[in-house]
C-alpha cells in the first residue's frame, strides 16, 4: 500500500537513483585515478569508498529534505580533515578563509577600534592612532548603540566586528553614545593594520627596554625591528621580550626577530615527512645586549620557536612558567570557491633539535603568577635579572 501511495514519488527516485548512479560511477572512476597515483586500488579499499557513494547517493534520493550537492561535498571534506584527529588541520570554509588570511596579513578594511561589552552595549576599548576611528574623534569609554541601522545592545563581539569590517573606502556609521549625547559617525574604511609590537623604556629603570608582542603577523618582523631602534635611541641597555600570552602566528616573522638577538647557528629546524628538511639559521649582525623573555602556559607556536631559538643559543634568560607546547606547524592550502585547508605539515624543533610538541619549554627561571593577580612578579623578577646584567 505505501508503494503504491508513493508511485509519485519512486519514479522520482528512481530518476534520481540513476543519476546519482551514474555519479556514483564518476565517482568511482575518479576515486580509482587518485589510487592509481597514491599507490593504492580502489579494489583494496572498495568497502569504504563505496560506503561514501551509497551515503552521498541516499541522502540525494531517501532524505527527507532536499539537500544542495555542494552542501554534502563540503561535509565530506570536513569529515575527511576531522578524521585526521589533529585539532591544528581544520577546513576553512570562505569567511573563516578570509578571516585567517588576514590575521596573518596583519591587516583588513575596517575603521580601527578595539570594542568590548559593557553592560550589554559594546563599549570602545582603545581606538588606533591614524585609523577613521581616531581622526573621527571617537573616543575611549565611548558606547557604541549602532553600527549603521543595526542595534548594538547584547551583540557579541564577533558579530559588530563583522559588520565594523568591509571593503576599503566603504562607509559604516556608528552611532555613539557620550555623555547621554547620541551622535552619529560616518567612518570611511581603510587599511586597518593592527600593531602586534609594543614598546617602552621602563620608568625608574636605567635604560630598561620593554617590549610586549601581542602575537605573530606578516608585519611583526618589522615593528619588532622599529620598536628596538627607537629604543636604542633613548640608551637602551637592557631588554624584556613579553610573550605570555602569545598564540603565535607567522613562521617567517619569528625568525626574523630571533635573528635580531642571535650570533650565528641554527634559529629553527623544519622537520617535514615529505620533502626536504629546511634548518633556518642566524646571520651574524645582531645586537647584542642582556635580554629576558616572559613566557607562560599561552606562550605557543611562534612564540615558542623564538623562546626555544634564545633559551638554546643562550643569548638570554627564558621567565615565567611552561610554554604551551605546539611544535607542528601548518601550510594554509587554497580551494576552490574562496574555501581553504590548513594543515599539519612538519614539526619544528629547536636549536639543540628539541621537540617541544605537547611538552613545552620549561624557563631558566620559573616565576608562578596567579592569572589575577594584582602585581607582576614575573615582569619583577625580569627588571632584576637585566639590573644585574648590566651593571656586571
Not at 114 to 123: A, C, E, I
Not at 128 to 146: H, L, M, Q, R, S
Not at 342 to 367: F, M, Q
Amino acid at each position: 500500500m505505501c508503494n503504491e501511495k508513493e508511485w509519485a514519488g519512486v519514479i522520482v527516485r528512481r530518476n534520481s537513483w540513476a543519476f546519482w548512479g551514474r555519479m556514483a560511477v564518476v565517482l568511482v572512476s575518479v576515486l580509482f585515478v587518485v589510487g592509481l597515483l597514491l599507490g593504492v586500488t580502489v579494489a583494496g579499499n572498495y568497502k569504504g569508498l563505496g560506503n561514501l557513494v551509497k551515503v552521498v547517493t541516499l541522502v540525494k534520493s531517501q532524505y527527507l529534505f532536499e539537500t544542495a550537492p555542494e552542501k554534502l561535498v563540503e561535509g565530506a571534506i570536513k569529515g575527511a580533515v576531522e578524521s585526521l584527529d589533529d585539532p591544528y588541520s581544520v577546513y576553512l570554509d570562505k569567511k573563516t578563509y578570509s578571516s585567517l588570511q588576514e590575521q596573518i596579513r596583519g591587516s583588513f578594511g575596517g575603521i580601527g577600534v578595539l570594542v568590548g561589552v559593557k553592560d550589554h552595549y559594546l563599549t570602545v576599548v582603545k581606538p588606533f592612532a591614524n585609523t577613521p576611528a581616531a581622526d573621527a574623534g571617537i573616543k575611549e569609554g565611548d558606547v557604541i548603540i549602532a553600527i549603521g541601522d543595526q542595534k548594538t545592545k547584547d551583540m557579541d563581539t564577533d558579530t559588530a566586528v563583522n559588520l565594523m569590517r568591509g571593503p576599503v573606502g566603504s562607509t559604516v556609521t556608528l552611532t555613539i553614545s557620550r555623555e547621554g549625547v547620541e551622535k552619529p559617525f560616518p567612518l570611511v574604511r581603510k587599511e586597518i593594520s593592527v600593531p602586534t609590537v609594543e614598546g617602552e623604556m621602563l620608568p625608574n629603570e636605567n635604560n630598561i627596554g620593554y617590549i610586549i608582542i601581542s602575537q605573530f603577523t606578516e608585519n611583526t618582523g618589522n615593528e619588532l625591528v622599529k620598536a628596538l631602534e627607537e629604543l636604542r635611541q633613548e640608551g637602551l641597555e637592557g631588554l624584556i621580550l613579553d610573550l605570555r600570552d602569545n598564540p603565535g602566528g607567522e613562521l617567517n616573522s619569528a625568525i626574523m626577530i630571533a635573528d635580531q638577538f642571535l650570533n650565528k647557528g641554527p634559529i629553527v629546524h623544519i622537520d617535514y615527512r615529505i620533502g626536504r628538511d629546511q634548518t633556518f639559521y642566524a646571520e651574524p649582525d645582531y645586537l647584542h645586549l642582556p635580554l629576558v623573555l616572559l613566557v607562560n602556559k599561552g606562550s605557543a607556536s611562534a612564540a615558542e620557536i623564538l623562546a626555544g631559538a634564545v633559551k638554546d643559543a643562550k643569548v638570554g634568560t627564558l621567565v615565567g612558567t611552561r610554554t604551551f607546547g605546539k611544535g607542528v606547524v601548518q601550510t594554509v592550502f587554497p580551494l576552490d570557491n574562496g574555501a581553504g585547508l590548513k594543515l599539519t605539515t612538519a614539526r619544528y624543533l629547536t636549536p639543540n633539535k628539541n621537540d617541544i610538541h605537547k611538552k613545552g619549554i620549561t624557563p631558566d627561571i620559573v616565576v608562578e603568577q596567579a592569572p589575577d593577580a594584582k602585581e607582576d612578579p614575573q615582569l619583577d623578577k625580569a627588571i632584576a635579572l637585566i639590573r644585574e646584567k648590566i651593571h656586571k
